[in-house]
């Protein structure tokens, strides 16, 4: 069966930076082809990726993951009927989400020193009350907490017990149903896991790989001092002195769209009567071209006071495929080596990318369905006859209408 599969392709230059850091402090690196590479991990995309959406889609397509799950329903609630106070709404929204779920539900321990609690002996009263939380992470989308805000409150408007108004069978019913349909864009392509219900797990429509730079690195650290703005002249010397870790590199990002997967996700679970008024298509081409769009442009946030890394991509080669999807990291197992020629790794990681597509492409007979390069500059010529050249928003509206023309042709 053919299928709609979208390889997404970045060349990224990035200057002196710490833009995802170990447990040391120092840049994430990784070896291969036989060398240390700068890398950045695939979390920290996506967590780019998924901050960049706000700026893309409506709230209503987005999802929210935290441990504050019943904070976040409670919010929905009081927003809707003012008079409520957080305290009145807590019980009903720990139970919905502990039934929708299936997850453990419980009021944190206060933190030692906290003020007004225990080990603050300044503190005056009794500690503030905190809102029940998830035992670990849980990911809903806007319009499953909205339905589950219409549950509580109709329970809540019966005055009724928590745990009573939860346990009629229809009313169960509802709520785990609002856990399991109208997923976010956002849980549609990065997934969900919920350890106490598999049923509620959503497997991710996008993969993401680990960029890594395509030559050696060095891990490099900036001796920095800070003036204590204070001091006088009979003060000299710094107020603080420390260091931090960096490195440079042209890195190879790589991430894949299943495209069916996608559509599946995002219509899981809905009755035809239950389905939106607009075309089918028009969900999945929102969420593809804001993916497209938000993983090129992203860039994750560490130390970027310190660095201001805000660089764009090189070049940007997406393939649309109806098999599997094709990473070309092998381009680069090789490291490029460009020491002492002033050119940079640019140049050269185009040539190797244009020599290693075609040749992967021929030899397994995985040449793709179409191909669009956004590059900038003469030092990407060689990526210039792969496909046709577009600059970004040509890229994420000729993306959106070639998925638009599958999934519609499908549905």
Known sequence: MSRTILDVHILQTVPPSNINRDDTGAPKSAVYG??????????????????????????????????????????????????????????????????????????????????????????????????????????????????????????????????????????????????????SVDIALFGRMVADNTDLNVDAAAQVAHALSVHPV?????????????????????????????????????????????????????????RTAEPAPEPVRRAVEAFVEAFTLSMPSGKINTFGNHTLPDAVVVKLRSARPVSFVGAFERPVTREGTGEGHVRAACEALAAHIPAVEEAFGAAADHTWIVRVGEHTEALAPLGEQVNLRELVGKVGDAVTERVGKRG
């Not at 807590?90 to 007004?116: D, F, H, L, N």
């Open 34 to 183: 036989g060398v240390r590479r700068s890398r950045v991990s695939s979390q920290a995309w996506k967590k780019a990726t998924r901050n960049a959406f706000g700026e893309l889609l409506d709230p209503a397509e987005l999802g929210v993951r935290t441990k504050k799950v019943v904070d976040a329903l409670t919010r929905r609630i009081t927003a809707r009927e003012t008079f409520l106070t957080v305290e009145q709404v807590w019980p009903m929204a720990a139970e919905v989400i502990q039934v929708a779920t299936g997850a453990k539900i419980e009021t944190p321990a206060r933190k030692t020193g906290a003020k007004g609690g225990k080990g603050d002996p300044g503190g005056e009263g009794a500690p503030e009350p905190q809102a029940p939380q998830s035992s670990y992470l849980l990911f809903l989308s806007a319009r499953q907490l909205d339905l589950l805000a219409d549950v509580a409150l109709e329970g809540i408007a019966k005055k009724a017990d928590p745990k009573v108004h939860l346990k009629d069978p229809e009313v169960k019913g509802r709520v785990k149903k609002a856990a399991s349909t109208r997923h």
């Open 218 to 274: 060095d891990l490099e650290a900036d001796y920095f001092t800070a003036v204590d703005d204070q001091n006088g002249d009979a003060e000299p010397g710094a107020g603080m002195i420390g260091t931090v870790d960096f490195n440079s590199a042209t890195l190879y990002r790589y991430a894949a769209v299943d495209v069916d997967l996608l559509a599946a996700n995002l219509d899981a679970g809905l009755t035809d009567g239950e």
